[in-house]
Every structure is written in C-alpha cells, then in structure tokens.
C-alpha cells in the first residue's frame, strides 16, 4: 500500500510532533515547538512539496499562537502548524528565506500583534501609518 502525505509528514517531523490531530479527511493540525518552525515549513516546503498559503495569529488568554497554513495540492490536503509563543517575548524565526510569500503575513502579524519574526528582510509598517504609536498593537487584548 502506498503512503500517504500525511504519513510522510509524520515521518519526517518524527518526535518534532507535541500534538496531532486530524480535524477531517483533509484539514490536520500539527502543534510544533517555536524552535522547530523553520526546519518543519522547510520539510514541508523543499521536501514534500506543499505550498505555503498564509499564516494566521491568534492573542490567546495565555499565550499567542500562529498557525502556518500549507496545501498539498496534489490531494487538497491542509496542514496548520500551530505554535505557541509566550506573551513575555514573543518571537520566532521568520520564513522568508525558505518562501518571500512569507515576507507580508508576517508583516502584519508584527503590525498587528507585536510578535518579532527573527531574520525579517523588512519588518515595517503595512497597514497602519508609519506614526502608529509603538507598542500599540491592535489585535492585543487589552489588559
């Protein structure tokens, strides 16, 4: 029987996995560790062939969270990489030089939620003037 991509997946993310769960025949959530984000968009990316399509922040009660969004086309199945960043400092290393697609959303989660992309060729304003005030992020919760 042939493998799948999702098997595949797992294969290769191997113990970079904390938490799987398949949400339908199609859409699967993989929770990853901040650190292990490049390795594993790049193993979805260059190795397995799927697309990045955006990424999605979230402010969450105790942390915030990005779920990076691929496609594998071939079979329309989706995998979000889902991963938590602590509120104290949140960052994690940009994907602009596995894909440039990456270079706009993360702009705007920067713009949006304060969150630092390490490694960004261009962290600036998108959506908001360039005199917003600093530190004032508008999909933050407010305290």
């Given at each position: 029987?042939k493998e799948t991509?999702?098997e595949?997946?797992?294969?290769?993310?191997?113990?970079?996995?904390?938490e799987?769960?398949k949400?339908?025949?199609?859409?699967?959530?993989?929770e990853i560790?901040?650190k292990d984000?490049?390795?594993?968009?790049?193993?979805?990316?260059e190795d397995l062939?799927?697309?990045f399509?955006t990424?999605?922040?979230?402010?969450?009660?105790?942390?915030?969270?990005?779920l990076y969004h691929?496609?594998?086309?071939?079979t329309g199945?989706?995998?979000?990489l889902?991963?938590?960043?602590d509120k104290?400092?949140?960052?994690?290393?940009?994907?602009?030089k596995?894909?440039?697609?990456a270079?706009?959303?993360e702009?705007?989660?920067w713009e949006?939620?304060?969150?630092?992309?390490k490694?960004?060729?261009n962290?600036?304003?998108?959506?908001?003037?360039?005199?917003?005030?600093?530190?004032n992020?508008?999909?933050?919760?407010?305290?």
């Amino acid at each position: 029987m042939k493998e799948t991509i999702i098997e595949k997946v797992r294969e290769k993310f191997g113990n970079k996995i904390q938490e799987f769960f398949k949400k339908n025949d199609k859409k699967y959530y993989i929770e990853i560790e901040p650190k292990d984000i490049f390795e594993c968009a790049k193993i979805l990316f260059e190795d397995l062939n799927f697309r990045f399509c955006t990424a999605s922040g979230v402010d969450c009660e105790k942390n915030f969270e990005i779920l990076y969004h691929f496609s594998y086309d071939k079979t329309g199945e989706i995998i979000s990489l889902r991963v938590k960043l602590d509120k104290t400092n949140p960052e994690i290393d940009s994907l602009t030089k596995i894909f440039v697609a990456a270079e706009w959303i993360e702009r705007e989660i920067w713009e949006m939620l304060g969150i630092n992309f390490k490694g960004h060729p261009n962290l600036k304003h998108l959506l908001l003037s360039d005199d917003w005030p600093k530190d004032n992020y508008p999909l933050r919760e407010k305290d």
